[in-house]
C-alpha cells in the first residue's frame, strides 16, 4: 500500500512541507503519570524582633571637652540641656549597641532634643504634637527634611565673553 502525503503547513517560519499522513495524525496521549504535590511546608513560628534597648546618649562639652553625663537616658540628656545655654554648647553622641561604637548626633537631631527641654510636667507627647515638631524642625532646618534633596537649585548665567579684539561683547 502506497503512503499518502500532506502538506503540513504547521511549521514555523513561512515554509511547509510534505510529511506522511501518519506523522500529522495525533496519536492518543498516552495515560499520564501520577503527580506528586508537595505539601505546603508548616509555618514557621517567628520569632519576636528583641526589644530595643532605650537610647543612650553622652553629652560634651564643647569649650572644656568635660564629659557631663555618659550612658544618660533621654529624660536625662533633656533636664541636662535645660541647664546649658544653647543647642551648641554640648555635643550629644548615642550609643550604638550593634556596632559598639558612639555616633555624633546631627544639628537638627540635637534641637530636636532640645525642643523636648521644659515639657517634663505635660506626660507623653501626642502623635498631632509630635507631627507639629517634626514640621517645626523641618522649616527651622531645611537641610535636615528630606525633601531637601529634590529643590532643584537656579544656576546663575555665565558672564558674557569678552573678546580682545572689541566685537558685540565688549565692555565700554
Sequence with gaps: MAKIWVLDTDTKG????????EKV???????????FVAS???????????????????????????VLAERAGTRETVE?????RSVVDVNIEVWNPEAKIWHRLTH??????WELRGRRGRGARSQ????ALRDQLAAAHPR????????QRRRRAAPPVVSSAGGPNVRP
Excluded at 495524525?25 to 503527580?35: A, F, G, N, S, V
Design 80 to 84: 541636662l540641656l535645660e541647664g546649658t
Design 14 to 21: 513561512t515554509g511547509a512541507e510534505m510529511v506522511p499522513l
Design 144 to 151: 535636615a527634611s528630606p525633601r531637601a534633596g529634590r529643590r
Design 40 to 66: 505546603a511546608p508548616e509555618p514557621r513560628a517567628e520569632r519576636e524582633p528583641e526589644p530595643k534597648p532605650p537610647a543612650s546618649f553622652r553629652v560634651i562639652d564643647v569649650m572644656t571637652r568635660e
Design 108 to 113: 537638627g537631631e540635637r534641637k530636636v532634643l
Design 128 to 131: 498631632a504634637s509630635g507631627r
Design 25 to 35: 495524525l495525533r496519536k492518543p496521549d498516552p495515560k499520564p503519570e501520577p503527580r
